[in-house]
């Protein structure tokens, strides 16, 4: 997978450079210190993925990204975590926090590998074939599967295509998050972001920024906040 850099410092450069070099899977075209320069190298060339700052001098890196071709997957790379939730804003894959640890960037870079690899698929357009009481049909990867309500985690989209995540698989489709939200059941499944659909019932525990599923900590989006929690919280909220 090709990959570039965009960093502003030269010591955040050569840490990803070297992040880069560990992995076998990517193959670094180049550098470059700011979004400017990145812009035009991405205008004559095709990148798989950007390691991206955010804090840059110029244009930041999250309006850099809004321009970036949704083909090209994201990964931002800063020293600022409480840009978290506006990087899921833009549909990047995943927020790394520097001082970066191997492990940490080792499971960034198979999540872009498995989305990369999605979006070469060939997959034809899919779509619910049917909804019935707590199941429904979904067509993909040629087959249909039957998914009960209770089993989905949560949906997470990007671009055109949605990943349903259960406890035992995840089953990759061609259809637009927007499509599949207004299908399902809203008593069950709420929107808490431009990338994320959850299941109300697998909820553990959520914060300001955050729901948790299981091991799975999903960022809530700016513009859901409001509704998540006057519509799904408040509402079963226990009074002292």
């Known amino acids: 997978m090709k990959c570039i850099v965009v960093d502003d410092e030269p010591l955040g450069r050569e840490g990803i450079r070297l992040l880069i070099e560990e992995v076998k899977e990517l193959s670094l075209l180049d ?17 798989d993925l950007v390691f991206l700052d955010i804090q840059m001098p110029g244009i930041n890196g999250i309006d850099f990204a809004k321009t970036i071709p949704k083909k090209t997957l994201i990964v931002f790379t800063t020293a600022y975590p409480e840009y978290a939730l506006d990087s899921y804003e833009v549909e990047a894959i995943d927020y790394l926090v520097k001082p970066i640890e191997s492990d940490r960037f080792q499971k960034a870079v198979n999540k872009a590998l498995s989305y990369h690899k999605l979006l070469k698929a060939d997959y034809a357009k899919s779509k619910i074939e049917s909804i019935t009481d707590g199941y429904f049909f979904i067509r993909a990867e040629r087959k249909i599967f039957k998914i009960r309500f209770m089993d989905v985690l949560f949906i997470e989209g990007l671009n055109n295509y949605v990943m349903i995540h259960t406890e035992e698989q995840k089953i990759i489709t061609a259809m637009n998050i927007k499509i599949i939200y207004e299908q399902l059941p809203g008593d069950i499944f709420v929107r808490v972001s431009k990338s994320y659909i959850v299941n109300v019932q697998q909820i553990g525990s959520c914060d300001n920024n955050s729901v948790f599923i299981g091991k799975n900590e999903i960022p809530i989006g700016n513009a859901y906040r409001s509704h998540f929690f006057e519509e799904f919280v408040a509402k079963k909220l226990l009074g002292r």
């Open 31 to 47: 550098k470059f210190s700011s979004a400017g320069a990145a812009a035009k190298f991405l205008a004559n060339n095709e990148a």
